[in-house]
């Protein structure tokens, strides 16, 4: 069976700080890999999402970057932290080209910057 | 571009049934998700409607009219724990990536 990891589950970082955030897949391949954003209280804001290796679509210009080394692992970087960047991260995926419009998540990262 | 649109807040009580709506606008649609988010934990899928017409898994049933574009979601015998955050959901040609709703904080009473 399918299963996402994503680490750490909870982040208090200073501002200006780096950020890494990590997502692994098991159990399939080629997945399509999402990284999302809520902020409390609100709806999910999605951040980047990938189709293959190396393919990052970014949805929302800002200080957040996104790699996807290999197939099954999609990693949230920033260089240096805002305090706006505060927020639950929430890494999914889904079959690739989206089947049943069903998204797969993490547990999720919440990430408070200080 | 897309958008959706849902109420912020629906409350009932204990077996009750209730609606949640959900309009958007988008640029493609290949279909209409719901996903149900409770406090601190993260979203899980409920439904997709590709076609027009009822879907129904057990307490939940989901609608899609697409010539409205429109939607909503209908839980029924409403318990306590029903209560959490509902999002609607559209998937475009892009990969199949899913643009959520600002969603629908259901709060069930006794």
């Known amino acids: 069976s399918q299963t996402i990891h994503q680490w750490p589950a909870t982040l208090v970082q200073p501002v200006g700080s780096p950020l890494s955030l990590e997502c692994t897949v098991e159990g399939t391949s080629n997945p399509n890999l999402y990284w999302y954003r809520q902020a409390a209280g609100r709806g999910l804001q999605l951040l980047f999402y990938?189709?293959?290796?190396?393919?990052i679509s970014s949805e929302v210009p800002q200080n957040l970057s996104a790699s996807r080394p290999q197939d099954r692992q999609f990693i949230l970087s920033s260089k240096k932290l805002l305090l706006s960047d505060s927020g639950f991260y929430l890494c999914a995926w889904s079959d690739l080209g989206g089947g049943t419009g069903e998204l797969f998540f993490g547990e999720g990262s919440r990430l408070t910057v200080l | 571009g897309q958008s959706l649109e849902q109420p912020s807040e629906v409350t009932a009580v204990e077996g009750a049934i209730v609606q949640i709506n959900c309009t958007y606008q988008?640029?493609?649609?290949?279909?209409l998700s719901w996903y149900q988010q409770h406090d601190g934990g993260a979203p899980t899928f409920l439904s997709y409607n590709a076609l027009d017409g009822l879907e129904e898994t057990g307490r939940f049933s989901s609608f899609l009219s697409r010539s409205d574009s429109y939607g909503y979601l209908l839980l029924q015998e409403l318990q306590m724990k029903d209560s959490a955050s509902y999002f609607c959901?559209?998937?475009?040609?892009?990969?199949?990536?899913?643009?959520f709703g600002q969603g629908t904080e259901l709060s069930v009473k006794p």
């Open positions: 990938s189709v293959g290796i190396g393919q």
């Open positions: 959901a559209v998937r475009d040609r892009g990969g199949g990536k899913l643009i």
């Open positions: 988008t640029s493609g649609f290949y279909g």
